[in-house]
Each structure stands twice: as structure tokens, then as C-alpha cells.
Nanobody
């Protein structure tokens, strides 16, 4: 069982930055691939970024590539999402999630078994 708690969301002007963090419980955190997804009003939950269990591989949606950076600290059981050059289209509830070895593609939300409660990010123009 894994429990995830996100933090760091808020209101920011376009061009600004935010750093989201996700703290996890569970003894096997370091064995899992991790992801960030987001859901805007009226839209489906969409892939943002993912990181492998070792941190050696990272993946991004095209819409955030070059602006967002995912990282993890297995000792602290945290995963972070640094978001720079934010635009209004980034406004959404952001969720961290754990893929406990599902075999799904990293950007497929069906592969993620555990989810946080989400944190709101609002980017004003």
C-alpha cells in the first residue's frame, strides 16, 4: 500500500514557476516508477511526466518538454515537478501517481495504481 500527498500548488502569473512535491509512504517506494498527471476542467486526466525507479530515465509530454523537470529522492520518498515558464494552459489539478510494475506504457494512466489527492495549479494571463 502506498499513500501519496501532493503539495506546492497555487496561483502564479504566466511566465512564472512553481515546484510541486509529492511525499509517499510505503517501504518499496524506490522500486516504483512515478508519474505526474494533470486534469483541467472538462478534460480527461493527462500525462505530464514520468521517472523510472532509479531516476535514470525521464519522460515528458510534448506540451511541457523543456519547461518542466521531474525528479525523485528515494531516500526521502519524494517526487518533484519543477515547472517553469508556466502558461495559462498549464492550469489544472496535478496528481502524482505510482506505477507498481503494471507493464503499461509510462504515459498510460491505467498503469498507475496509487494516486494522490491532487493539488491545484492556476496560471493567470
Amino acid at each position: 500500500q502506498v499513500t501519496l500527498v501532493e503539495s506546492g500548488g497555487g496561483l502564479v502569473q504566466a511566465g512564472g514557476s512553481l515546484r510541486l512535491s509529492c511525499a509517499a509512504s510505503g517501504r518499496t517506494f524506490s522500486s516504483y516508477n512515478l508519474g505526474w498527471f494533470r486534469q483541467a476542467p472538462g478534460k480527461e486526466r493527462a500525462f505530464v511526466a514520468a521517472i523510472s525507479w532509479s531516476g535514470g530515465s525521464t519522460y515528458y509530454a510534448d506540451s511541457v518538454k523543456g519547461r518542466f523537470t521531474i525528479s525523485r529522492d528515494n531516500a526521502k520518498k519524494t517526487v518533484s515537478l519543477q515547472m517553469n515558464s508556466l502558461i495559462p494552459e498549464d492550469t489544472a489539478v496535478y496528481y502524482c501517481a505510482v506505477d507498481a510494475g503494471s507493464g503499461y506504457h509510462y504515459n498510460d494512466r491505467r498503469g498507475y495504481s496509487y494516486w494522490g489527492q491532487g493539488t491545484q495549479v492556476t496560471v493567470s494571463s
